[in-house]
C-alpha cells in the first residue's frame, strides 16, 4: 500500500535548521508530484511548497522564499525539505504530499513536529 513517511521534525531555536525527509512506498515516486504542507495550532494547513515529478521546477510560498529549500531523490524513493532561519511562527505539523500525475489521486504522509522556541 502506499506509505509516506515523514522523518526529521525537532525542537530547535530560532535562527536554526532543519532538513525534514517524506520516505515514499507503494506508487513510482518518480511519476507523483511531491509537495510539503503545514499545520500549525488552530489554524488550517497551508502550502508550504511544492517540486515536479523530475524535480525540475519547484514552488514556494512566499513566507518561506529564500529560507526553505525543497529537492528530490528518485533513486531513493525520497523528497526532503531543508529549512534555514526558522523563526516560531514556522511551529507547526509538516506534512507530505504526493499527487499522482497520470491518475490525480492524492496521498498523505502522518506529519512530524516541528518546533521552533528559545
Known amino acids: 500500500q502506499v506509505q509516506l513517511v515523514e522523518s526529521g521534525g525537532d525542537l530547535v531555536q530560532p535562527g536554526g535548521s532543519l532538513r525534514l525527509s517524506c520516505a515514499a512506498s507503494g506508487f513510482t515516486f518518480s511519476r507523483a508530484a511531491m509537495s510539503w504542507h503545514r499545520q500549525a495550532p488552530g489554524k488550517d494547513r497551508e502550502f508550504v511548497a511544492v517540486i515536479s515529478h523530475t524535480g525540475a521546477s519547484t514552488n514556494y510560498a512566499d513566507s518561506v522564499k529564500g529560507r526553505f529549500t525543497i529537492s528530490r531523490d528518485n533513486a531513493k524513493d525520497t523528497m526532503y525539505l531543508q529549512m534555514n532561519s526558522l523563526a516560531p511562527e514556522d511551529t507547526a505539523v509538516y506534512y507530505c504530499?504526493?499527487?499522482?500525475?497520470?491518475?490525480?489521486?492524492?496521498?498523505w504522509g502522518q506529519g512530524t513536529q516541528v518546533s521552533v522556541s528559545s
Open positions: 504530499k504526493a499527487v499522482l500525475i497520470r491518475t490525480n489521486l492524492v496521498y
